[in-house]
């Protein structure tokens, strides 16, 4: 029987397979892990007829290069990235939110993610991966999900059990925007920080550091002054918690995160902000704003029904 | 007893059960953490216990805060049941390849190196809470004259096995990791295994581990 499969001529700078993500693991250290930004995640495997909750490749700045060997199948990029199709000695220039049918042949080359983080790479078919807790997200830290834990490296190869026999095009007419106002809701700590300290988190400009990964997002701008103490006792983190160690510059808690930590959490980013936020590039401006919690419900059933109407869309 | 809830965020609830960090508070701790866990409430996809916090992440598709924070106040603890404590003997290797901040802990302890580690293989340990990197185990308590701060300056790279102390407790770093805990000596025994996705924690919540000394040797032929 023949095989389909990738051969990974360039593997990108941090390239690993995501899905959903593993739940109920945080009490042995096990973050959620699972694609960043969801709502790109979903849009990809729906453009080339996956379920949604199949596993996708997600690349940071720049992607991986494919070369393709087998039947034809469809791919469909999301996010804000340059990608070319060479087929023979034709170069198609690539479009977002939109399927392509690759051949026996073809080179699929994800140049680089534009103006953001993290893209998405969705194939129409069943990856040959091996699964850990349900899931086949990629934890660098822990070495946990497919891949043996790891990001792809070049010279690998990706195969394809099954191909999805529908090859019709489909396409979705979007534009991934940009914020830079990300809201948050108050942190349990939030009264460790002096009046200056308060103000200056919510009235500020940060910039995103470049020592931001899966891991944690590292924040720069004026101290915030801290008047009880910069240690709490260890205690369980979730994504988007707004921790502020001893020199006052903020880290946000991503996907990969450490279970549990122990700096004061000065504030913690609504989930309707979260998939926005990972795509700040380092250099990017952030400025918070605080809502109530009855509002961040409101609003994430807002995200919630606008990527449920996009996806409906394809 | 949960003495007060608050939201962490929009998608997870902040169970505090007191300022103090003791067996008692960490059990009840445990034990709520059980309970809700046998529950398999609808919408909580991860529950994290810690010294004397509980937080319960939930799908905000499937429930909010409100609701949750409900069902938790009104849940029926089982106070009796969940307290088998699983005894565990961790084998330690203290050659000097492996004890890296033993000449440290002498200075700042004013403690002798025999006295140290003869303290520390004489204790009998509670596990208060794993995490932070896969399995690891925060292992309480040391005795008063034996805690010291964190390094500091924390090392990019501390390896796998490594035990370490810093304030009450003891732990082992279950990955090559970066951190700042001053160790003392290095285990050869696989403390998280993935692989085993039933129970991959070798030490959990609730367990009493000892260490034992072994010979470079043994440390060498541990593994087979």
């Known amino acids: ?314 | 007893m949960i003495k007060n809830i608050l939201n962490l965020g929009d998608a997870a609830l902040y169970c505090d059960f007191g300022k103090e960090v003791n067996k008692e508070t960490n059990t009840q701790v445990i034990k709520y953490f059980k309970s809700i866990k046998e529950e398999n409430i609808d919408g909580i996809n991860n529950l994290t216990p810690s010294y004397n916090k509980l937080i319960v992440s939930f799908d905000l598709k499937k429930t909010n805060f409100k609701k949750l924070k409900n069902k938790i106040e009104n849940l029926n603890i089982n106070k009796d049941n969940y307290f088998k404590n699983k005894k565990i003997e961790i084998p330690v290797c203290i050659d000097e390849n492996f004890s890296l901040d033993i000449e440290r802990l002498e200075k700042k302890l004013t403690l002798s190196r025999e006295k140290i580690y003869e303290n520390f293989f004489l204790k009998e340990f509670f596990c208060y809470m794993t995490g932070f990197i896969a399995g690891m185990p925060f292992l309480g308590d040391l005795d008063k004259n034996m805690r010291v701060n964190r390094l500091e300056t924390p090392r990019v790279k501390v390896p796998r096995g490594s035990v370490g102390l810093t304030e009450q407790f003891a732990n082992i770093y279950t990955f090559d990791s970066p951190g700042g805990w001053n160790i003392i000596g290095n285990t050869p025994l696989t403390i998280f295994d993935s692989s085993k996705e039933d129970e991959p924690n070798l030490i959990n919540p609730g367990d009493l581990v000892t260490f034992k000394e072994i010979t470079k040797e043994q440390y060498i032929n541990y593994n087979g």
């Open chain 1, 1 to 314: 029987m023949v095989k389909n499969y990738f051969d990974i001529l360039r593997a990108g700078i941090n390239t690993t397979f995501q899905d959903q993500g593993r739940n109920n693991l945080y009490h042995i250290g096990i973050p959620f892990s699972g694609a960043m930004d969801n709502r790109n995640y979903l849009l990809s495997n729906k453009l080339v007829g996956n379920k949604l909750s199949k596993p996708v490749l997600e690349f940071a700045f720049q992607g991986p290069l494919l070369k393709y060997h087998g039947n034809k199948i469809n791919i469909a990029i999301t996010g804000d990235v340059n990608f070319e199709i060479k087929k023979n000695n034709n170069l198609i220039l690539g479009e977002c939110y939109k399927s392509f049918t690759l051949e026996n042949g073809d080179e699929l080359d994800i140049i680089s993610t534009n103006k953001s983080v993290y893209g998405y790479l969705a194939i129409g078919g069943e990856l040959e991966l091996k699964f850990q807790w349900s899931s086949c997200s990629v934890n660098t830290k822990a070495n946990i999900g497919s891949n043996n834990g790891k990001k792809l490296e070049d010279k690998q190869k990706i195969f394809v059990s099954k191909i999805n026999l529908n090859h019709n095009h489909r396409f979705l007419n979007y534009v991934n925007t940009k914020i830079e106002n990300i809201r948050i809701v108050k942190g349990t700590n939030f009264d460790y920080f002096s009046a200056q300290g308060k103000s200056d988190f919510l009235k500020n400009k940060f910039k995103v550091s470049k020592l931001s990964d899966r891991m944690g997002m590292r924040l720069e701008g004026k101290k915030i002054e801290n008047v009880i103490d910069t240690n709490i006792k260890s205690e369980g983190l979730v994504k988007g918690v707004i921790q502020v160690p001893a020199d006052g510059n903020p880290i946000i808690m991503l996907s990969d995160h450490g279970t549990i930590g122990g700096y004061p959490k000065i504030g913690v980013v609504i989930s309707a902000d979260y998939d926005k936020l990972v795509q700040l590039t380092p250099g990017s401006e952030i400025k918070f704003k605080e809502v109530d919690l009855i509002n961040a419900e409101t609003l994430f059933k807002l995200y919630d029904l606008e990527t449920q109407n996009l996806i409906s869309q394809i």
